[in-house]
């Protein structure tokens, strides 16, 4: 049997500062995929948690959009 090791960007923050309905235990994280192609983000909020897989190139679509919805010019 063969074990990996990897490293791999991940960044998680709790919710509340962002959104009035989380509660203490609700978070967001981003992880980056080990192959650098792309970034899984899980959401756990109401006692639930939400997992997504993106592309790097549809991340940063999601982002443009973010932007665009903030006013920024783009």
């Known amino acids: ?4 090791s990897r490293k791999v960007k991940c960044h998680t923050t709790p919710l509340q500062p962002y959104c009035h309905h989380a509660k203490k235990e ?15 983000i899980t959401l756990s909020s109401q006692g639930k948690e939400q997992h997504i897989s993106l592309t790097y190139g549809e991340f940063q679509a ?3 959009l973010f932007k665009y919805e903030d006013g920024e010019k783009l």
Do not use: A, C, P, Q
Request: charged letters at 25%; proline letters at 0%.
């Open 1 to 4: 049997m063969t074990i990996t």
């Open 26 to 40: 609700d978070w967001i994280e981003v992880t980056d995929w080990y192959n650098g192609e792309g970034k899984y």
């Open 62 to 64: 999601l982002s443009v």
